[in-house]
């Protein structure tokens, strides 16, 4: 199993940054794709961001040109950097991992989720 601590939530005017931290560890994994959801209030979750062990990235229409996740591989951390942050990207942002065990199994893993909130 996987485990993912995020950190790096808050809350901050419209307008402001906030930089998301999640780092995974415990059984080895390949071939990942990690990446960042969130969840507001009385909706559903929805994807913010992905990036995959290729290193292709994919984005929420509403974030693009304000949000921009990357990877470092080597410490199997991913992070959401979160710029002209606005009232409509408050929610609880989750991390979140796809990938292969060694033994090639895939497996799935949440984070517990971090509140960010964005006041007008």
């Known amino acids: 199993q996987v485990q993912l601590v995020e950190s790096g939530g808050g809350s901050v005017q419209a307008g402001g940054s906030l930089r998301l931290s999640c780092a995974a560890s415990?059984?080895?994994?390949?071939?990942?794709?990690m990446g960042w959801y969130r969840q507001a209030p009385g909706k559903q979750r929805e994807l913010v961001a992905t990036?995959?062990?290729?290193?292709?990235?994919n984005y929420l229409a509403s974030v693009k040109g304000r949000f921009t996740v990357s990877r470092d591989y080597a410490k199997n951390t991913v992070y959401l950097q979160m710029n002209s942050l606005q009232p409509d990207d408050t929610g609880v942002y989750y991390c979140?991992?796809?990938?292969?065990?060694?033994?090639?199994?895939?497996?799935?893993?949440w984070g517990q989720g971090t509140q960010v909130t964005v006041s007008s």
């Open positions: 415990g059984t080895a994994f390949s071939r990942a794709v």
């Open positions: 979140h991992v796809d990938a292969y065990n060694l033994l090639g199994v895939p497996m799935e893993s």
């Open positions: 990036i995959r062990f290729d290193g292709s990235i």
